[in-house]
Each structure stands twice: as C-alpha cells, then as structure tokens.
C-alpha cells in the first residue's frame, strides 16, 4: 500500500509559477516511476509528465514542455512538479500517481493522491 498526498496548489495569474509536492509513504519509494496528471472540469484525467525511478528519464505532455520540469528526491520520498508560465488552460486538478512499469496511461498507474487543485486566472 502506499499514501500519496500532494500540496502547493492554488491561485495564480497566467504567466505566473507553482511548484507542486507529492510526498510518499508506505513502499520503497525509490524504485517506482512518478507520474503527474491533470483533471478539469468535465474533461478526462490527462497525462503531464512522468519521471523513471533515478530520475534519469523524463516525458511531458506537449501542452507542458518548456514549461513544466517534474523532479524528485528519493530520501525525500517527494516528487516536484515545477510549473512556470501558467497559462488559465492548465486549471485542473493536479494528482500523482505511482507506475511499477513506465506509462503515461492513468489506468496504468496503481496508486493515486486526493489531488491538489491549480487555478490560473486570466
């Protein structure tokens, strides 16, 4: 089993910055990848960004690239999810999720965060 909980949502202007934390518990933490996904209103879960056990690999979704950097800290048990030039089409609820393999399918995904909410005002 493991808890996931995310915090550093919230209200922001466009063109502004988050930094999103997911902290860990109850499994090794350091050998599962990491995953970001968005859900707004009315829409489906989507992918934003995943990271590999090491921290070595990376992918994003096009809507977010150059924009946003996922990272993590293993003695931590916490991954980033750095947001930077937030425009109000990235409002949605932000959760983290863990990956025993290397997916960007949420179905894939076997434990989910209760999510933190990002709202970006025009």
């Known amino acids: 089993q493991v808890q996931l909980v995310e915090s550093g949502g919230g209200l922001v202007q466009a063109g502004g910055s988050l930094r999103l934390s997911c902290a860990a518990s109850?499994?090794?933490?350091?050998?599962?990848?990491m995953g970001w996904f968005r859900q707004a209103l009315g829409k489906e879960r989507e992918f934003v960004a995943n990271?590999?056990?090491?921290?070595?690999?990376?992918n994003y979704a096009d809507s977010v690239k150059g924009r946003f950097t996922i990272s993590r800290h293993n003695a931590a048990n916490t991954v980033y999810l750095q947001m930077n030039s937030l425009k109000p089409e990235d409002t949605a609820s932000y959760y983290c999720?863990?990956?025993?393999?290397?997916?960007?399918?949420?179905?894939?995904?076997?434990?989910w965060g209760q999510g933190t909410q990002v709202t970006v005002s025009s």
């Open positions: 999720a863990v990956d025993a393999g290397w997916s960007k399918r949420p179905e894939d995904y076997d434990y």
């Open positions: 109850g499994r090794t933490f350091s050998n599962y990848a």
């Open positions: 990271i590999n056990w090491s921290g070595t690999l990376t």
